[in-house]
T-cell receptor, first 113, second 117 residues
Framework: DGGITQSPKYLFRKEGQNVTLSCEQN?????MYWYRQDPGQGLRLIYY???????QKGDIAEGYSVSREKKESFPLTVTSAQKNPTAFYLC????????????FGSGTRLTVV | AQKITQTQPGMFVQEKEAVTLDCTYD???????LFWYKQPSSGEMIFLIY??????QNATEGRYSLNFQKARKSANLVISASQLGDSAMYFC??????????????FGKGTLLTVNP
């Protein structure tokens, strides 16, 4: 079955360490996205990529970095510069121009201690 | 800039009754799409229903319908015959097709729906 795989589901890191969240899709979607969700907040866009080797900052990109070397993969690195990294991270993909919304992964809950 | 407002942080409904979750939006672009997603406690986002700004009729998908009032800029979700499994967080989202960033969805803060037996 096609879908988006995020791993791991739970991730713990020490403060000051960089950590990379994985997102892989086999839907042949060109566009991929990373969102952050905090309690009581909606989803906020971190980065998005419309095609391979290209990506744009979203609304809260500071302290994060991404790469898009393959169509199927869009990893997110949470750097030590991110002041409050503990959150739930959701990856999504879509077909550009398609009127319907995204397909989401199941999320990664990152806790920094 | 786009904005989505969900004014109900939490809602309660009795099983088998209908419930309306409110969503208002703000955009200056004539072409846009409105979405509702369900997020159970497990965290995944489940697409429920879509309404395009030029659609003449309100969208329906099974027990879900979208009450689209364009002049009021509202896109309320109506769930009929609520079930215990409907207890979840519900997000309204908007996609703007007119600008260069037309791939982005902007989300509201969500409404936590609890269905009581």
């Amino acid at each position: 079955d096609g879908g988006i795989t995020q791993s791991p589901k739970y991730l713990f890191r020490k403060e000051g360490q960089n950590v990379t969240l994985s997102c892989e899709q086999n839907l042949n979607h060109d566009a991929m996205y990373w969102y952050r969700q905090d309690p009581g907040q909606g989803l906020r866009l971190i980065y998005y990529s419309q095609i391979v080797n290209d990506f744009q900052k979203g609304d809260i990109a500071e302290g994060y970095s991404v790469s898009r070397e393959k169509k199927e993969s869009f990893p997110l690195t949470v750097t030590s510069a991110q002041k409050n990294p503990t959150a739930f991270y959701l990856c999504a993909s879509s077909i550009p121009g398609q009127t319907y919304g995204y397909t989401f992964g199941s999320g990664t809950r990152l806790t920094v201690v | 800039a786009q904005k989505i407002t969900q004014t109900q942080p939490g809602m309660f409904v009795q099983e088998k009754e209908a419930v309306t979750l409110d969503c208002t939006y703000d955009t200056s672009d004539p072409s846009y799409g409105l979405f509702w997603y369900k997020q159970p406690s497990s965290g995944e986002m489940i697409f429920l229903i879509y309404q395009g700004s030029y659609d003449q009729q309100n969208a329906t998908e099974g027990r879900y319908s979208l009450n689209f009032q364009k002049a009021r800029k509202s896109a309320n979700l109506v769930i009929s015959a609520s079930q215990l499994g409907d207890s979840a967080m519900y997000f309204c989202a908007m996609r703007d097709f007119s600008g260069g960033s037309n791939y982005k969805l902007t989300f509201g803060k969500g409404t936590l729906l609890t269905v009581n037996p």
